[in-house]
C-alpha cells in the first residue's frame, strides 16, 4: 500500500534552517508530481510547494518564495524540502502527498513532520 514517511522537522531558532524529507512508496514516485503542505494549529491545511514528476518545474506558495526549495530524487522515492530563513509564521505540521494535474492530493496523509520556529 501507499506510504508516506516524512521526516527532518524539529524545533530552530528563526532565522534558521531545516531539511525535510518525504519517503514514498507503493506507487509510482517517478510519474507524479509531488508536493509539501503544512498545517498550523487552528487553520487549513495550505500547499507550500510543488514539484513536477521529473523535476523540471516548481512551484512556491508567495509566503515561502525565495526561502523554500522543493527538490526530488527519482532514484531514492524521496522528495525534499530545504527550508531557510525560517519565521515563526512557518510553525506547523509538514506533510507530502502526490497530487493530480489539477492539484488533488492522491493518497491518504502520513503521519507529517512537526516544524517550530521560535522567535
Known amino acids: 500500500q501507499v506510504q508516506l514517511v516524512e521526516s527532518g522537522g524539529g524545533l530552530v531558532q528563526a532565522g534558521g534552517s531545516l531539511r525535510l524529507s518525504c519517503a514514498a512508496s507503493?506507487?509510482?514516485?517517478?510519474?507524479?508530481?509531488m508536493t509539501w503542505y503544512r498545517q498550523a494549529p487552528g487553520k487549513e491545511r495550505e500547499l507550500v510547494a510543488r514539484?513536477?514528476?521529473?523535476?523540471?518545474?516548481?512551484n512556491y506558495a508567495d509566503s515561502v518564495k525565495g526561502r523554500f526549495t522543493i527538490s526530488r530524487d527519482n532514484a531514492k522515492n524521496t522528495v525534499f524540502l530545504q527550508m531557510n530563513s525560517l519565521k515563526p509564521e512557518d510553525t506547523a505540521v509538514y506533510y507530502c502527498?502526490?497530487?493530480?494535474?489539477?492539484?488533488?492530493?492522491?493518497?491518504?496523509w502520513g503521519q507529517g513532520t512537526q516544524v517550530t520556529v521560535s522567535s
Open positions: 507503493g506507487f509510482t514516485f517517478s510519474r507524479n508530481d
Open positions: 502527498n502526490a497530487v493530480t494535474l489539477w492539484g488533488v492530493a492522491k493518497f491518504s
Open positions: 514539484i513536477a514528476s521529473g523535476g523540471g518545474s516548481t
